[in-house]
């Protein structure tokens, strides 16, 4: 295996390689470490996977993110085509992303850590919420407010509670379109919200069961940084 860079990306390599060939979950590096990245494991199963299948090498690692970097722009590209359907605002827009400084570079686009996925899933709530905030098709509505759920939990158990910070201007932008009655009457809603809160909770629960002291963890390291 070559050199990883230093950054989380060593840390992530190990979780996965622990998982695939030792069945182990969590790392004991040291008693007072082991709780200090308390971020879920989506990712690292998704890596894990790669390695068990291309070998345990820092591509095998990278190559989630690759992709998740390509989707991040083509999610970006057709979102604004079909929206505005306009192809050069839409081209120019998931150009833009490509030549932002920091975005093909060590900890997002080049390396195995897990911020380019958050940013994905992210920008995929805003883009459907968004959808389903206009939409005046209740087929098609309902449709984006599911995808919206869905990419909001994809990203808190690819990287934890991130998505909260987007709360608060979502709720505004509910009341400014006049949707929050459709919004809390719709059995879809319920229905997302009632999968999202089982698979977060199925995590975050099942680990503190095996890993006592985990919760206490997660709002020490990452809620109350």
């Not at 004991?28 to 345990?56: A, E, R």
């Not at 081209?91 to 195995?112: D, E, R």
């Not at 905030?133 to 808190?156: C, G, H, M, N, W």
């Not at 890993?211 to 206490?216: A, I």
Request: with cysteine; glycine share 6%; charged share 15%.
């Amino acid at each position: 295996m070559n050199k990883l860079f230093i950054f989380d990306e060593g840390y992530y390599f190990i979780r996965a390689n622990e998982l695939g060939e030792h069945g182990r979950f969590f790392i004991f590096f040291d008693p007072t470490s082991h709780l200090q990245n308390t971020k879920p494991y989506l990712f690292v199963f998704i890596q894990t996977v790669f390695g068990k299948c291309f070998g345990w090498n820092e591509w095998s690692l990278r190559m989630p993110i690759i992709i998740s970097s390509v989707a991040l722009i083509g999610i970006i590209y057709f979102f604004i085509k079909n929206t505005y359907k306009d192809y050069w605002w839409a081209l120019t827009s998931a150009a833009v992303l490509l030549v932002i400084p920091y975005f093909v570079y060590p900890h997002m686009a080049f390396t195995g850590d897990h911020d380019v996925p958050l940013i994905l899933f992210t920008t995929g709530f805003i883009f459907y919420y968004y959808s389903f905030l206009v939409e005046p098709e209740k087929k098609e509505y309902q449709r984006y407010l599911l995808l919206a759920i869905l990419f909001a939990t994809l990203s808190v158990l690819t990287k934890g509670w991130m998505i909260v910070f987007f709360l608060p201007a979502s709720f505004v932008f509910l009341f400014l379109y006049k949707k929050h009655r459709l919004l809390f009457t719709n059995g879809y809603f319920w229905m997302g919200m009632g999968f999202s809160i089982i698979a977060i909770a199925s995590w975050y629960l099942g680990r503190e069961y095996v890993d006592p002291g985990y919760l206490k963890a997660v709002w020490t390291y990452e809620m109350g940084r």
